[in-house]
């Protein structure tokens, strides 16, 4: 029986979610054994066409090529996940979505006329119908290998869509928002990070993006007692996750 065949895709990014696989070591080895990787070129240069069992797509849609290229991707996939947060929100990128890209590219290049780039950085369900969307960045590897193994065994991926405080209660953490007055996005931030910054005392900085229905205005309110000021507020929202549309419009709300 043929092994099942994963694809993993690169658009615009850093990386950093493809390396994340990468270094699953020991459960790679686990995992080259049950799958055929017939594309990752963070891994190998050799490649095999279509079609794919399973894709994962890193990166946002920010050229027209892209456009074409994710259209392309998704014919030959049975199954598209997207990771991290510029596959699934745009990433930082997204701050383009705001401002006068022809502007920044007059700046910063000499020839702007010879790049090709959209005005927008966009998430691949935008554009192309996605049967998970896998938060973060850059993501959890123990997410990432429950969601490969899932698809593999034909399940819905077990992934908790509860906040960061779930966590920070799950490990016995005190809440630093409360107990010392940090500004934390914990709240209205999606799990999936193991709570790493309250476990050091941080305040969450929403590198998840958004839970669901996150209560906005109730935070709010808690940020301002712990000394932050409406732009503040906003700044904090303008960043990994800045074009989700939960945390767009606190973005808007903190101007």
Known sequence: ??????????????DGCQLTLLDCEDELLV??????????????????????????????????????????????????????????????????N???????MSVVYASPQYVDSLATSTPIAAHVPVDFELRGCP??????????????AGRKPNIPDT?????????????????????????????????????????CYGCFGPTTNPNLASLTGWLRTCGMTDEGIGRVFATFNVASPEFDGIRHHGR
């Open 98 to 104: 705001f401002a006068d890209v022809d502007e920044f």
């Open 163 to 203: 906040s960061v405080c779930a966590e920070c209660k799950r490990r016995g953490l005190t809440c630093v928002m409360v107990a010392d007055g940090t500004p934390c996005l914990g709240p209205v931030t999606h799990s999936g990070c193991g709570a790493l910054c309250p476990a050091q005392s941080r305040g």
């Open 31 to 96: 995992l080259a054994d049950a799958v055929r990787i017939s594309h990752f070129l963070e891994l190998s240069s050799a490649i095999e066409g279509g079609p794919y069992d399973l894709s994962l797509v890193e990166g946002s849609i920010s050229t027209a090529a892209d456009v074409e290229r994710i259209h392309r991707i998704r014919d030959e996939s049975r199954y598209l996940v997207t990771i991290g947060a510029c596959a699934t929100a745009g990433g930082i990128q997204a701050l383009r």
């Open 1 to 14: 029986m043929d092994k099942p065949t994963l694809a993993v895709w690169k658009f615009a990014s850093c």
């Open 139 to 152: 993501i959890d590897r123990r997410q990432l290998l429950e969601v490969i193994s899932s698809y593999l």
